[in-house]
Nanobody, 127 residues
Framework: RVQLVESGGGSVQAGGSLRLSCAVS????????MAWFRQAPGREREGVAS????????FYTDSVKGRFTISRDNVKNTLYLQMNNLKPEDTAAYYC????????????????????WGQGTQVTVSS
């Protein structure tokens, strides 16, 4: 059983930065897809970014390209999301998730594919 625990959320002003972390236990598995999703009040959960645990290949949703960076440390068993130039529309609860097998370009953000989820961490960006 995989457990995911997010941390690093908080409140920042627009233009600020935050780094989210997701601790993975027992460990990050090889050849898997890990991702960050977010959900704002009254909105559907959406994929933010994904990364393949072996080769580090990434996918991003268009609204965060150039501002957010997903990465993983397979030694520390931690997934990260570096968020720069934050905007009020980035306000949401952020969740990490993982599923067996690699990420694919047309399905990396399909919620139903992800078997394991963290509890979420809140990010609030004020204007």
């Amino acid at each position: 059983r995989v457990q995911l625990v997010e941390s690093g959320g908080g409140s920042v002003q627009a233009g600020g930065s935050l780094r989210l972390s997701c601790a993975v236990s027992p460990h990050i598995y090889s050849n898997d897809c890990m991702a960050w999703f977010r959900q704002a009040p009254g909105r559907e959960r959406e994929g933010v970014a994904s990364i393949h645990t072996d080769d580090g290949y990434t996918f991003y949703t268009d609204s965060v390209k150039g501002r957010f960076t997903i990465s993983r440390d397979n030694v520390k068993n931690t997934l990260y999301l570096q968020m720069n130039n934050l905007k009020p529309e980035d306000t949401a609860a952020y969740y990490c998730a993982t599923h067996w097998g690699p990420c694919y370009g047309d399905t990396w953000n399909r919620i139903s594919d992800y078997a394991y989820w963290g509890q979420g961490t809140q990010v609030t960006v004020s204007s």
